[in-house]
């Protein structure tokens, strides 16, 4: 199982669509907060990274509830929700990559979008929870709602 958050109520069995996340995106072009960013991290991904999938076409997971909640606390994430989800399609191309690196950092340049591709964590402070615990899943296949994740679940 995998764990799946969004702002939407959402029923057990029904199925989320791969690329809600660059439908919006490309909806609203340059308007979206994060349209540059993106923009470059699919740059850098076709150039160089073309066997793994297009952010803009995937649905993001986290393997473990121990990436969710860091994904949660990290993200300072209010009014969504979390489920257990299962993929419909386990063969599909799917990537790993530490989601922190999403954002430029260092010096100009394109390294932080580079790193971020190959899977490359940050250094992490809190030595217990481990660099593992800040990677995201992304892949082109549908995924299946299993149940909804209780808050006290999350947040242990």
């Known amino acids: 199982m995998a764990f799946y958050c969004t702002h939407a109520l959402l029923e057990v069995g029904s199925s989320v ?3 809600n996340y660059g439908r919006v995106l490309r909806a609203n072009g340059y308007a979206h907060a994060a ?14 990274f073309s066997h793994l999938p297009s952010r803009l076409d995937a649905a993001f997971y986290f393997d473990h509830i121990e990436n ?29 990559a530490d989601f922190r690196r999403v954002v430029p950092m260092g010096m100009i340049g394109l390294d932080w979008a580079e790193a971020y591709w190959r899977g490359i964590p940050l250094p992490f402070a809190d030595q217990a929870k481990g ?3 800040f990677t995201e899943t992304f892949s ?4 299946r ?3 909804r994740v209780d808050d006290e679940d999350l947040n242990k």
């Open 145 to 147: 709602i299993e149940r």
């Open 140 to 143: 082109v296949t549908k995924l």
């Open 131 to 133: 660099a593992e615990c």
């Open 68 to 96: 969710a909640r860091a994904y949660n606390q990290t993200e300072r994430l209010n009014f969504v929700n979390w489920y257990e989800v299962s993929r419909l399609n386990v063969h599909a191309m799917e990537a790993r």
């Open 35 to 48: 349209a540059l960013r993106e923009s470059i991290l699919e740059d850098v991904r076709s150039r160089s």
């Open 17 to 19: 669509k791969p690329g």
